[in-house]
């Protein structure tokens, strides 16, 4: 997987952006970066339903240690998972940016 970037300017959650669960050595490293001067709170959460099902609604789980953040963090999912999200759940101003980067043992 690439490394990938989306970003979210209002109380929304983003699309699934599906990660290669396949991989041998799974990693994960996820940073969400704040504009200057945001006002927002945000969770990054994951998922194990398939995305790309339209027939299966996905169930999402908090990712640890990225949960109601209203500042820059960074954090790991070591597991494999079908897709991330960023959930922003409350809104005044600003946008939040979501860098995932996947490591695997190829």
């Known amino acids: 997987m690439r490394p990938t970037q989306v970003t979210v300017s209002s109380q929304v959650a983003s699309a699934a952006i599906p990660v290669d669960w396949r991989e ?3 990693k994960l490293a996820l940073a969400v970066v704040l504009s200057a001067g945001a006002s927002l709170t945000y969770s990054v959460q994951h998922t194990f339903d398939s995305v790309q099902d339209p027939s299966v609604t996905p169930t999402w789980f908090s990712t640890d ?3 109601s953040l209203s500042a820059n963090a960074d954090g790991n999912i070591s597991f494999p998972v079908i897709a991330v999200r960023l959930n922003v759940t409350a809104y005044t101003s600003g ?6 980067i996947q490591a695997g043992g190829r």
């Open 65 to 67: 240690g990225l949960t």
């Open 95 to 100: 946008s939040a940016t979501i860098n995932i």
């Open 24 to 26: 041998n050595d799974f």
